[in-house]
């Protein structure tokens, strides 16, 4: 097959997991040009059905089923992160590109397995750090480049516990790995990709909020220390007890100070003397990481993908340290 031709053909895509940001990626296919959804896959036959009949795909009961069964161009894993190593393997073997929902995997082993298959195999891989290609953090590198960093202050906050309107595993460290993995490695993956690796972690948590649910395990609330390996030094503030959504970068430098606020689209700070005020519109960032990983898809000599498998196991790595932190009360290397 010719480049030229496979530029041209519509791209056959999988999607296995159906609920929130399976549903989410599937529609951002559906509505691309050259792309089709042809089959989508979930252990909940009623979910994976509704969500095909939008689509127009066939359904599936499993992710290996639908790969052993249906060609595909790449494959859109978005399942609990516990149960995708099988995916990811089998669409590696047939050398079919993947995209995996973050954090990667629950545990280095299984991350590290991955980045070998698709390395092996040669296949484009990518995973859902969408922050990484935002506007805002491609500002902020621009505006901080050269720019020796002191400290950063990073923050999420979401209403978990009190809206409890999301998918319960959330909140269930078994599945989701707890708040560290499932939404503060979004603020630490942006911190990594704008100032660079982080060395070593202090944690510590509590769950307060909503003691009558029993079926959940997560903290509501962290706090973080961390120390990157130039020697900045970085806090972090997690709750899935606040009203108000919040995701925030904040860098420090001897004469600047920048921040950057995902949840309202703004930056803000001042390099010496001169101000930093800006308000970007809204910007879909699953559908700009998914038309990047797309592309890729196509034309892999042009991939432009910044949230690869590699770079993910990095970050799980950094998140896996706090995690320890919280249970062992002290500073915790990252591991990698």
């Not at 923050?155 to 939404?183: A, F, K, N, V």
């Not at 930056?267 to 308000?279: A, F």
Request: proline share 4%; aromatic share 6%.
């Amino acid at each position: 097959m010719t480049m030229q031709m496979r530029a041209e053909q519509v791209l056959k895509i999988g999607v296995v997991g159906c609920g929130n940001m399976g549903r989410k990626h599937a529609t951002n296919c559906y509505r691309t040009k050259g792309v089709s959804v042809v089959a989508v896959a979930d252990v909940d036959t009623a979910r994976a059905a509704a969500l095909a009949a939008e689509v127009g795909a066939a359904v599936y009961p499993g992710g290996e089923a639908m790969l052993a069964d249906m060609p595909l161009d790449a494959v859109i894993v978005a399942t609990p992160p516990g149960v995708r190593w099988e995916v990811v393997q089998a669409a590696a073997a047939l050398g079919t590109a993947v995209f995996v929902e973050k954090p990667i995997a629950l545990d280095l082993s299984t991350a590290k397995a991955c980045c070998v298959a698709v390395k092996e195999a040669s296949v484009v891989n990518a995973v859902g750090f969408q922050l990484r290609y935002s506007p805002l953090t491609q500002r902020a590198r621009t505006i901080t480049s050269g720019q020796p960093v002191t400290h950063v202050r990073t923050i999420c906050t979401t209403p978990y516990y009190l809206m409890m309107d999301m998918p319960l595993w959330y909140l269930q460290r078994e599945h989701s790995g707890g708040p560290l993995l499932e939404q503060s490695i979004h603020m630490f993956d942006a911190a990594r990709y704008l100032v660079g690796e982080i060395a070593h972690v202090f944690a510590r948590g509590d769950r307060q909020a909503r003691p009558d649910l029993d079926l959940v395990d997560s903290e509501d609330r962290l706090v973080l220390t961390y120390r990157f390996a130039s020697g900045a030094l970085g806090t972090h503030i997690d709750s899935c007890a606040m009203l108000q959504f919040n995701w925030e970068v904040e860098l420090f430098g001897p004469n600047w100070r920048l921040v950057v606020d995902y949840a309202r689209n703004r930056l803000h700070g001042h390099i010496g003397e001169e101000t930093i005020e800006n308000k970007m519109p809204h910007n879909d960032l699953h559908m700009l990481e998914m038309q990047t990983f797309l592309t890729a898809v196509r034309r892999p000599e042009r991939n432009g993908v910044l949230s690869d498998f590699d770079e993910a196991t990095k970050t799980l790595a950094l998140m896996l340290a706090g995690d320890r932190s919280l249970r062992t009360g002290a500073w915790e290397p990252v591991r990698e």
